[in-house]
């Protein structure tokens, strides 16, 4: 005789949502982008083992997250790691691999995009180093800067993957460019290596009142399609280079920033990207008061500084007693968290450039000038998973 109940399934037939392959991709794709996330979970099973070293897992992880994170910071003789234990790299992992006296004729000018750029000026080439791979690659001077006809100050390393929804940060076999400022007794240069021809383009030129010789460069910012950098003489001003119309320019700073320091600390000034359109923001840092100008596009169609604000960051930062102290200093800039790294005596903060908002950098880092590594650690990789265990 039928009943009004209904039969309940039996075990054989209730499925774990974590059994569910797209379930379960969805979970983990939440995992936090630190070095020890990955190796963690495929220890679980061998499911999850595959599952979080497939290449398709891993775009999905990358996409989800949108931007690699910070694993520490370069100088010119070492890595300081950014995060703590599990995740903390390290300072002997990322080495060069080149011994004195070569070691010290190399010049970091940058990080970038899971690579670094070096350049050796007596050699007249530059590296491009990914130390997660160890890959490196050395790359001579265009013939402009080999004949002397033109001085090498500054460069950056690029990632231009052409894959669409490409998230920068794994980049290490993906093709680059180097992109190279330099100046003349006439003024500025600048040109671009692709890794795709394996060759240097155009050296395009300006011809500038400014000099330099005589200027104080301060670490190079990527502004949209641009690579921007200081210049301090005759005048406070902007060097920007259009990589894509290749088109060099100079910017005059806001008038009314102060030039107090100029000459005592070079890395009071930060240029930072506005808007995602490429737009400027100009940020001066004087002891412990931070003005930031933004640059506006006026009704006429010309471009005019506008002051944002002014901060006195001893009023907002949890930093000891002022008096006494030597101010804060600039010592970088972090592009994807559009933030700069600043040090006290006893404290290091990163500051996001605009809103001002602040987080603590737990890591003692150096007083010095620091060029910021981000960078998605590779699934898989045995020593990294052996590295993290270690902490469990």
Known sequence: MLTGHRLLPGPASLVSPL??????TKILTHLPPVPSSIPRISLVCRQWSHLVTDPDFLR?????????????????????????????IPTDHFNLGIDNPERWSWYILN??????????????????????????????????????????????????????GHVHGSCHTCPFQVILLGCNKNGFTASVYSSRTNAWGNTISLVSDHRMDHTIFCSPTVVG??????????????????FILESLAVIEAPSDAPELALYQDRWQFLIAP???AGGLTFLFLSGFTARLWKRRINSDGGAGW???????????????????????RILGFVEEDNAMLLCS????????????????????????????????YPAGNIYIACLCLDHL
């Not at 989800?64 to 950014?82: I, N, Q, V």
């Not at 670094?116 to 790359?139: C, D, Y």
């Open 225 to 242: 399609n641009s690579i921007c950098t200081l210049l301090t003489v005759p005048s406070l001003s902007i060097l920007q280079f259009d």
């Open 19 to 24: 059994d569910n392959h797209d379930i379960l």
């Open 111 to 164: 990080c970038r995009h899971g690579r670094v750029l070096f350049v050796n000026r007596s050699q007249r080439q530059f590296l491009v180093w990914a130390p997660i791979t160890g890959e490196q690659q050395r790359l001579p001077f265009p013939q402009e800067f080999c004949s002397n006809k033109s001085v090498v100050r500054n460069g950056v390393v690029n990632c231009v993957a052409s894959e669409i």
């Open 274 to 276: 506005a808007d995602a």
């Open 60 to 88: 999905l992880f990358r996409a989800h997250h949108r931007k690699a994170p910070l694993l520490g910071f370069f100088t010119r003789s070492r890595f300081y790691p950014a995060l703590d234990s599990p995740d903390c």
């Open 345 to 376: 005596e006893d404290d290091s903060f990163m500051i996001h450039v605009g809103s001002m908002r602040y987080k603590k950098v737990t890591r003692t880092l150096p007083r010095c000038p620091l060029h910021p590594f981000t960078c998605f």
């Open 306 to 328: 506008v002051l944002e604000t002014t901060v006195d960051l001893s009023e907002f930062l949890p930093l000891s007693s002022a008096v006494n102290k030597r101010p804060p």
